[in-house]
């Protein structure tokens, strides 16, 4: 899914939510601090962040406060659990005033952390990247979220946020279903393909998806992945070059989700279906596999019935996924040495330890330390991805608005009113006015 809605879904639900008002009124650093200098002197330092304590992250979190109340036992620490909404709203308002947090957690993108970026209300970091290295702790792919330019366009410029986990779509498969049916966890394209073939043959849907959310469209990307190369996902997220969404591996990839929804491994009614209906149905054993992002493997573990397992999307070199959010420091902040301190601790060995035991998908972990055998297998695919430097980022990404356009081509795609060029047609109308008015703005 986007990230974006992801968030909101898992973040928005659980954070600990205040009101934005009374939270502005509670936090900021003392006035008798160094003023957004970055002098140490500061006394009170103030986290915002919306992870629950109980999320991988929230445990992160938590042990990088308690490390860092440790290397700092004068100043006061102040954490504010805000929702991903409330933030995400209101960033621009409240960072203009001088009550803000010294170190907040925001999300990535052009339409987010760059826009922030390109309006000066937060800090560049690239000084202390620099310094404290943590342009050798993260891999490349991972630092395309924190560099954004003088217009905010993610992947270059100086560095304004630090990631410290990560995200992936893969696919999740009823072991117990593919074992009824005698069929091998597949290795590629083609025998992905066999295996859905032998499920329709048994009277079985075999692909839980959602057209009316983010789900069917990162299928559809998975597939573009699959039959384009690097070149084309840095044309088509960072603007390297102009994108014809009538090229081969777009086409090919609209073709063959098409191919796949007439012969009836997505099922006839998923253009109305959201994410929650397809990972509840995936859950209760209706489909034998699901296409989507780690950030479903928590309540996978809690409540799968059957015997499940994972595997990345057969023979992708490239997969959908990113960071995760970020940590940004408000240009206003009164106590930015300090919030560069906090950040450099969320990188520790200590706190990645932590991420990973959780299956948070540390982005400079190791995973031969994790002692749960799914959550040891979930990071080892990350690694791999990181490794080849696979993160592919989202389908929806690249300009605003365009989330909602390939939701409602896609449900034409399923609904069979449109044939895939008039879908790529409209995907590529729609992504060069927001591309336009990006480069404009």
Known sequence: MTHQRKSRMLVGAVALALPLTLALTACGGDSSGDGGSG???????????????????????????EIFKADHPDVDVVVENQTFEQIQKNAKIFLTGDDVPDVMEYNKGNAT?????????????????????????????????????????????????????????????NQDLFDEYS???????????????????NGI????????????????????LHFGNRQ?????????????????????????????????YVAADSAALTAEDMGTSFIAGTYPMMVSGSWWFGRLVEEVPFTWGQFLFPGNDLHPGSSGNLWVVPENADAKSLAYDFIDITLSDEVQEVLGQAGGLPVAGDSSTITDEKTRELTENFEGILA?????????????GF?????????SLVNQSKT??????????????????????
């Not at 990839?253 to 191919?259: I, P």
């Not at 080849?388 to 300009?399: E, H, I, S, T």
């Open 388 to 400: 080849d430097d696979g993160l592919a980022y989202y389908p929806d990404w690249p300009v605003a």
């Open 205 to 224: 849907t075999p692909l839980a998806t959602a057209g009316a959310e983010y789900p069917l469209g990162q299928l559809w990307y998975e597939l573009v």
């Open 403 to 411: 989330y909602d356009v390939l939701v409602s081509q896609l449900q």
């Open 113 to 173: 952390a760059g826009q922030l970026a390109s309006q000066g209300l937060i800090t560049p970091l690239t000084e202390e990247a620099e310094t404290r290295g943590w342009g050798d702790i993260l891999p490349d792919s991972i630092q395309t979220t924190a560099m954004y330019d003088e217009q905010g366009l993610m992947g270059s410029g100086d560095w304004y946020g630090v990631p410290n986990y990560g995200e992936f779509v893969g696919v999740y498969f």
């Open 183 to 201: 069929i091998a966890q597949p290795t590629t394209l083609e025998e992905l393909e066999a295996a859905m073939q032998t499920f329709v043959d």
């Open 39 to 65: 002098g140490a002197d500061a006394d009170t330092f103030t986290i915002w962040h919306y992870e629950n304590d109980d999320s991988a992250m929230g445990q992160a979190w938590n042990k990088a406060i």
């Open 232 to 264: 084309l996902v840095n044309d088509y997220q960072l603007f390297e070059n102009d994108v014809d969404f009538q090229n081969e591996a777009m086409t090919q990839a609209t073709e063959t989700l098409d191919s796949w929804i007439k012969k009836g």
């Open 420 to 441: 895939p060029a008039e879908v790529l047609d409209g995907l590529g109308t729609a992504y060069a006015e927001g591309k336009a008015d990006l480069l404009e703005g």
